[in-house]
């Protein structure tokens, strides 16, 4: 766009102004691209020490056998107070996803997912805080304490995971339900819930892979307690994978982070198969009911 | 059909299928209300719970705020042994460090959201999304571990007298540490942990905004930043807000990760790359050590400060969503 004025025979390609723009346009999508690629770098760098690491610690005797020479103590205990935990979050997560979808008013709706939302935020230590305050202080540390704290990180993840799926269900199924006469109830029991169960089972896999790593709460209810050998009574300490990968990296001892790795390549790759497993199914289980 | 039936035929397959129909409605009334109290209960079970969580922090803490009162906040003494205690530090070192993850993060996290929903073609968004959400399943403790024995070396030995020699006239990069713990490494952790929240919001953002917008836009010669800049951009500012305020509640309130890389300093300094604490991380180091029931009592204090700043972010966050409509969806 020179003084020599308009010439028809001038290649279109952009000058001044606007090569300074699109100039400006592709470096800011390099940009964006590198802010990607910079995430999943950081997680292929993470994993891949852990991996690396950890897998060498690896074999069966690590697997099975208590201190020092295994973590099979660790892992039963986490087995334990996860699983006390998700038998506790599970029903009342799905029941008040139900009283949302269900029976609530828009008020009463609005209330309980703020409650949600406010329980999803809370920072986990103050929920080790709660529970030491309400269920440790005067009595005594216990694996049920923290399956209990567990729960209620869990209680929202699910709840809101089966809520969306919930409202998923398509209304002719309801309205089929109605036409029949069947009771709300059964409706509920023999056809909403059996339609949504994958989605229910995908929120419920997702909250266990994230109260499996939950690390502050167990500190308070359970304490640093590691006797090296199995114990199996959720109404006493119970040794577990989060606090013990804590107690060896605040140690500065080689053979303590051996063992940290070893727990830390077994936590991440339970974590990350099921987390992956659980958003796969849940993909599916959305696209047959959305068809 | 039951009310319907002739008493004076007393057919007695006609009277026992009234019967039987009458039942099944008590039994239904009852399963009616039944499952709808179950539900009613689960639900006020989870309020109980909230208002539980407030209840026992303050009054866990009731000791201490009856003794300390406000001054807390502004005292940055704490020394255990002499039963002197006083937050000062640890709100700096937590406010410090959230600040700079956000300040690190969010751009980052902006940027990964623009890529996944307006540039990054199919077949790699069905990747790359599940990976930067994958970065937000790594148990924080794991992260810890990894920033103590990977992460810190490298800030320590590389990283930080980079920042030093190049930038060190201005006070937050002093001289580096002996030890890689710092609030710089934590904070560079923090980073790792709000990106992953903050990229999925804006993601969701980014996509509902209506194509022919955009498309109008383009159409009018905007190119693609431009585009960004003029029309997605304004239309979610206030959903980018709310997701930022989600993500600096995570940075505040992590506790185990910051408690192994940030050193456990008790002074409250310039420099980011001096150790320091947090409210979250002092919590996790001393509780089970816990020398006496005010030293206890004063931790519950700090849990008290983190519970009405995590909330108040959340809160905050929530009201921003609702109030400007766009990230309503999104948020949830």
Known sequence: ??????????????????????????????????????????????????????????????????APAGI?????????????ATAIAMP???????????????????????????????????????????????????????????????????????????????????EAADALGVSRWRAVLGIVLPTALGGIVTATVLSVARAAGETAPLIFASFIFDPGEYSLNPFESLPNVPVRIFQLSEEANPTGFAEAWGLSFVLVSLILFASLGARALLARSKKRMAS | MGATANPQV???????????????????????????????????????????IGYQVVHGASPAISKYGLGFLTDSTWQPNFGEFGAGSLIFG??????????????????????????????????????????AAIPSVILGFWGVLVLAPFVQGTLEPFLHDSFGFVPIFGAPETTG????????ILTIMVVPIIASISRDLFTAVPRDVQDGASALGA??????????????????????????????????????????????????????DTLAARIANQFPGALTEMHKSSLFYLGVILLVIGLASNLIAQWIGRRFGDAGGALR
């Open chain 2, 94 to 135: 937590t406010a410090v460090s959230s600040f700079f993850a956000l300040l690190l993060g969010a751009p980052i996290a902006i940027a990964i959201g623009l890529y996944l929903s307006l540039l990054a073609p199919s077949g790699v968004r069905g990747v790359v999304a599940p990976l930067v959400e994958m970065l």
């Open chain 2, 223 to 276: 190119t693609r930043w431009e585009v960004v800049r003029g029309v997605v951009l304004p239309s979610t500012s206030s959903g980018i807000v709310a997701a930022s305020l989600l993500g600096l509640g995570r940075a505040l309130g992590e506790a185990i990760a910051v408690a192994q890389v940030i050193g456990a300093g008790s002074e409250i300094q310039a420099s980011l790359f001096k150790t320091g």
């Open chain 1, 92 to 174: 009342i997560g799905v029941l008040i996803a139900l009283f949302i979808t269900e029976f609530a008013g828009s008020r009463a709706t609005n209330v309980v997912r703020l409650t949600l939302d406010l329980m999803n935020g809370l920072p986990s230590i103050i929920i080790g805080l709660f529970i030491f305050g309400l269920l440790v202080n005067h009595r005594k540390p216990s694996g049920f304490a923290g399956s209990v704290a567990l729960a209620i990180i869990e209680v929202p993840l699910i709840a809101r995971g089966s809520q969306e799926v919930l409202m998923l269900v398509p209304p002719s199924l309801r």
């Open chain 1, 1 to 66: 766009m020179s003084d020599a004025g308009f010439d028809p025979t001038a290649p279109l390609t952009p000058s001044g102004n606007l090569r300074r723009r699109r100039l400006f346009s592709r470096f800011a999508e390099s940009g964006a691209t590198a802010a990607a690629v910079l995430a999943v770098a950081v997680l292929g760098i993470v994993v891949f020490t852990v991996v690396s690491r950890g897998a060498s610690a690896l074999n069966l005797d690590f697997l099975i056998k208590g």
């Open chain 2, 181 to 188: 713990a710092s609030v710089f490494t934590a904070s560079l």
């Open chain 2, 10 to 52: 007393l057919d007695p397959a006609r009277v026992a299928r009234a019967r039987s129909a009458h039942r099944r409605k008590r039994l239904d009334r009852i399963g009616d209300g039944a499952l709808y109290t179950v539900c009613l209960l689960a639900a006020l079970l989870a309020i109980a719970t909230i208002l539980l």
């Open chain 1, 72 to 84: 099979g103590p660790e892992l039963v205990g986490t087995a334990i107070i996860v699983g006390i």
